[in-house]
């Protein structure tokens, strides 16, 4: 679980670590989870040393969509300078974009373990539309008009993936027909805080410190290839490793034994290292 994952920095880091219990979905709608994680962080940062904590030295992480708030609320607290700058980011294998769900990872993964791509666009439509209608048209790109197809290519595109993670199978694909229902219905994916990958370069600039984690055998690791390049090309310092053998959620196994995969601590120990120099 995400508790044990956190126990697990506590302890190993010495540090004072911070779970977020923020609002879930169905109950609250999106993007009741980013404003409820936002508002605990800006309180945090402004009430750090009533903890004994040193608001410089604070750290945001996240793993999965919890990745993804990470990214998305940094997007307003860049232009918070009533509150302390946050010092660095953690992104563990981050949701990051809604608009092709067709790049490499998402075809060598779509049946891999935990999960699945069908799952993912599914729960990920709920999540944005309360409905899980036509997640067929959406696997599909369907929901992309070309014009902002043409637009975002240039920070969402198989070109930008390196061609070694393109061996294991990478066929070119040709979109479904776009569905103006299904645009509608789903505008908010093109929204830079559903889709953080779409954040402007003026914004990005400004992203403190990052260590990103991804996973071979996860559908999201192409979201975080493009998001390492796009933090690359704005100068924002980067630390990326990348588990060969990992796979969606492999962090969360921690402390479970014998359900530990060698990668599991692996990809911990390259946090670890990266938080010791703070």
Request: charged share 25%; proline share 6%; net charge neutral.
């Amino acid at each position: 679980s995400v508790e044990r994952l956190c126990r697990f920095f506590a302890q190993e880091s010495a540090t004072v670590v911070v779970c977020i219990g923020y609002l879930l979905a169905p109950e609250h709608p999106y993007p009741a989870q980013q404003r409820s994680c936002f508002a605990a962080v800006s309180y945090f940062l402004k009430h750090a040393k009533d903890f004994g904590v040193d608001p410089q030295r604070i750290v945001l992480g996240g793993d999965s969509s919890g990745g993804t708030i990470v990214a998305a609320i940094s997007q307003k607290l860049v232009f918070r300078k009533d509150l302390p700058r946050v010092r660095a980011h953690v992104l563990l294998y981050p949701f990051l974009q809604g608009v092709d769900f067709n790049l490499p990872s998402y075809q060598q993964n779509q049946s891999m373990p935990l999960l699945l791509k069908r799952d993912a666009v599914t729960f990920g439509k709920f999540y944005l539309t309360r409905k899980t209608s036509d997640s067929d048209g959406v696997m599909a790109n369907a929901h992309v008009p070309e014009h902002l197809r043409a637009k975002y290519q240039k920070w969402i595109s198989a070109e930008h993936i390196p061609e070694e993670f393109k061996l294991r199978g990478y066929v070119p694909f040709v979109p479904g027909r776009f569905s103006e229902d299904l645009f509608k219905e789903c505008e908010g994916v093109f929204e830079p805080t559903f889709s953080p990958l779409l954040t402007e370069d003026a914004v990005l600039q400004q992203y403190p410190e990052t260590f990103l984690l991804t996973c071979e055998y996860d559908i999201f690791r192409d979201d975080g290839l493009l998001y390492k390049k796009r933090l690359e090309d704005n100068g924002v310092p980067l630390t990326w490793h990348h588990l060969e053998d990992g796979f969606h959620g492999i962090t969360l196994l921690i402390g479970f034994g014998p359900m530990e995969f060698p990668g599991t601590r692996r990809g911990l120990r390259s946090v670890l290292q990266f938080l010791e120099r703070f």
